[in-house]
């Protein structure tokens, strides 16, 4: 990103969104580890090991995958389909999740051995679950809080995803969410997963021609790197209800197996907005009240969340912000010193 001449004692000029609504307030972390398992993909709900009504005095246990199933040839399409839907409700709960998992997958673009041409066919994503509830699922019976996933894909040979390489082939994430909802999976179908929320520009690359009428490139999937292994990352928000992950989970266990969730049963439903990355170390809290946040915009691959601590000091990048805009008390741009 051009942020402008860069001034004495390593300090830049550039203008930026400032007076975020709100206070960044974390609902996820991601934890990078080492991992030879290969393409793996974990997901542990809440309410896993808890009970769930069937009956009026009736109730069953929700049953925890814990040991891995092979997903061999022709299988891998459809199961990761079911995957990237679960991502969908984890990572844009509220939205599409077809529209969803179309962006994630055509982002991450498998590939894997088949034994059957027929298996693979031409717009994938939605052909290998035709015809089966994860075709178009119905949101309101899809309780992602009450189910269990353990896959070891073992016949995807590559990944077409500029986040796939050799090195974070051998990297693994965990992500746990607030409510306590676990998932494990390769790094480059988190991030992906990330970058596939609805309305996000993070991870696109863009192309302008600058005053010299020079090709400037902007490619915004540098946001985390290689190295980073054993850093913990958090995902924040600045706007929606915090609780929101808890108090759908709740509902889940609580309405009986056979029944819709409702969305009017779900007390101040209110999915996070205003999502940001930021490394493991900040936080906000009470004798932070004085912050000032913004972003500055960076067209077509992601915006750089901004902060600082009191009105005369001067702002640093704090994150990257998933979400194209953030609400703020006046749209226009203000002239920033960044250090």
């Known amino acids: 990103m051009n942020l402008g001449l860069l001034k004495k004692k390593g300090r830049a000029k550039t203008t930026a969104i400032t007076d975020l609504i709100g206070v960044p307030r974390s609902y996820m972390k991601i934890q990078l580890s080492p991992s030879n398992n290969g393409f793996q993909f974990i997901f542990k709900g809440c309410n896993c090991g808890k009970t769930v009504k069937?009956?009026?005095?009736?109730?069953?246990?929700?049953?925890?995958?814990?040991?891995?199933?092979?997903?061999?040839?022709?299988?891998?399409?459809?199961?990761?389909?079911?995957?990237?839907?679960?991502?969908?409700?984890?990572?844009?709960?509220?939205?599409?999740?077809?529209?969803?998992?179309?962006?994630?997958?055509?982002?991450?673009?498998?590939?894997?051995?088949?034994?059957?041409?027929?298996?693979?066919?031409?717009?994938?994503?939605?052909?290998?679950?035709?015809?089966?509830?994860?075709?178009?699922?119905?949101?309101?019976?899809?309780?992602?809080?009450?189910?269990?996933?353990?896959?070891?894909?073992?016949?995807?040979?590559?990944?077409?995803?500029?986040?796939?390489?050799?090195?974070?082939?051998?990297?693994?994430?965990?992500?746990?969410?607030?409510?306590?909802?676990?998932?494990?999976?390769?790094?480059?179908?988190?991030?992906?997963?990330?970058?596939?929320?609805?309305?996000?520009?993070?991870?696109?690359?863009?192309?302008?021609?600058?005053?010299?009428?020079?090709?400037?490139?902007?490619?915004?999937?540098?946001?985390?790197?290689?190295?980073?292994?054993?850093?913990?990352?958090?995902?924040?928000?600045?706007?929606?209800?915090?609780?929101?992950?808890?108090?759908?989970?709740?509902?889940?266990?609580?309405?009986r197996s056979n029944r819709p969730v409702l969305p009017q049963a779900i007390p101040q439903l209110s999915c996070p907005k205003g999502k940001a990355l930021v490394a493991a170390d900040f936080n906000h809290g009470m004798i932070n009240m004085t912050r000032d946040y913004g972003y500055v915009r960076n067209e077509g691959s992601g915006n750089l969340l901004i902060r600082r601590n009191h009105p005369l000091d001067q702002y640093r990048i704090i994150g990257v912000c998933i979400d194209e805009s953030i609400d703020n008390k006046d749209e226009s741009t203000t002239v920033v010193r960044i250090r």
């Open 54 to 255: 069937t009956g009026v005095f009736s109730s069953k246990k929700i049953p925890t995958y814990n040991e891995p199933e092979n997903v061999v040839k022709d299988e891998t399409g459809r199961i990761l389909v079911q995957c990237a839907t679960i991502l969908g409700s984890i990572m844009d709960p509220g939205g599409d999740v077809v529209a969803y998992r179309r962006r994630l997958l055509s982002k991450l673009g498998p590939d894997w051995t088949i034994s059957d041409p027929n298996a693979m066919p031409v717009d994938w994503i939605n052909r290998c679950v035709s015809g089966t509830f994860w075709e178009n699922p119905n949101t309101k019976y899809l309780r992602t809080h009450n189910m269990s996933m353990n896959y070891r894909m073992v016949d995807i040979t590559d990944c077409h995803s500029r986040l796939h390489n050799e090195r974070t082939a051998k990297i693994s994430c965990e992500v746990r969410v607030n409510c306590d909802c676990t998932i494990i999976a390769p790094f480059s179908l988190i991030f992906e997963a990330i970058t596939a929320v609805e309305g996000s520009s993070l991870g696109d690359a863009s192309q302008t021609l600058d005053e010299d009428n020079r090709i400037v490139l902007k490619d915004g999937l540098g946001l985390v790197q290689a190295g980073d292994i054993g850093k913990i990352f958090n995902l924040v928000a600045f706007g929606g209800d915090n609780n929101f992950y808890k108090n759908y989970s709740s509902q889940c266990r609580k309405t």
